[in-house]
């Protein structure tokens, strides 16, 4: 690992400490090359990406596909501030399309950054009615100033020495889960409930929920379907909005093309990110009526970079791709849940997998018994996912460590991983296995 140190030295002096990620058993290795669904590091060393980025990686790395799509946009047109172009309306009419919209019903405004797509779905909120925000513990939607105050307190939020941009309340609720397992759960009723008493409460109506339909950044949590069908009757009541964050499960990811949809509820708006640029460039979309997203009035909202013309025509070819290879993705998502269960079972760990759409997630319930390294102020279950996550690293698979108190392993293989590759990180998590029970 000397050459992987070298670089982090060189990380340390050249860029800012808070983009270091030290409570992150994986973050040792440097990155010098990708080729699908494997990194390379800085000493050349193999790993199978099962982090994806976050999801923004579904169709994996370097995807010729999408690449050649790149090459031709970049040789015609790829970038233009604040003007149209024809990559831009296209990829907007078939995005709309391919999420059910009649034509002219809906529309969409593009931005570059999740969170900035986020603002901009509570900029229509704020327009529909001004008050309240509601957001949810464990939630994750940026960390722009702006967006920080919805990011869960204890892990992504900063305390600045100002009261922040926002100047309505901000009510944050438990995030109920169906899984009996999951630790520190709340009943979805008794969540409705308080959301129910402190609006009704308080004198300053609602502008909107904000939600995420599967939690991403802390462990693919995901409540009852019937939660969100009665969270949008409440919102409704009050005449605020609900917004989807699907930033992270949308496309493909939690199911369905909106995992929203798969649930059974219709936003007010959705926001996309993240795989919405194929993986290889950043761009954001808020989706919504017509009359919603024209509620913003002209020229309230651009960036230099927002709908460029390069990242729409990768994005109009992601879409293809996805639309391709989205009948196959129950059976992938159903293939790799099988593969973690039937290791749990044969090595009897304290274990449920859990998961929907194209995730496994392995939720610990017990520390293993084994685990005794110290590892500072870890629990103990906190800690068996803590060393079980670096004996993968070392085995060359990379994966998700999570969970409201550490203790979910998340797997997120890339939309187009082949059922090889799945046998093969199954294979390395064994090998991790018996590296830990050896000690
Ligand atoms: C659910 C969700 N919302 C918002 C964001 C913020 O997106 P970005 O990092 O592109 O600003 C993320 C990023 O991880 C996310 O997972």
Redesign the pocket.
Known sequence: MAENQAWQTRLTQAVGRCFGRPHDPQAGPVWASAEHVYLFDVEGKRYLDFRCG??AINFGHTPDRLIKAAERQMRCLSQLTQLPSTAMIEFAEELLAFLGWQAGLGKVLFNV????A?ETALKIALRNQPGAIVCFEF??????LA?QPFSDAATFSVDYPWPGIWNGPIYRFPYPSDAASVQETVAWHDVLQQIDDQLSRCDVPLSAVLV?PML??RGYIAPPNVFFQELRALVHRFGGLIIA?????GLGRGGGRLMSHTQGWQPDLV?L??SLGGGLV?I?AVVGTAELIDSLPNGSESETFAAQPLACAIGSAALRWLTEIESALPSIGETLRAIFRDIQARWNLPVEIQGRGVVAVLDWRDGWPNSTEANGALSEVARTVSLLATECLKEGLLLHPSGPSGNRMVFLPPLTVTAEQLAEAGHKFEAALANLLRK
Do not use: L, W
């Open positions: 976050y999801s950054s999740g969170a900035r986020v939630g994750y939607h940026g960390r722009s967006t995420e991403g950044a964050d699907e930033i992270q499960v926001v990110g993240k950043p954001s």
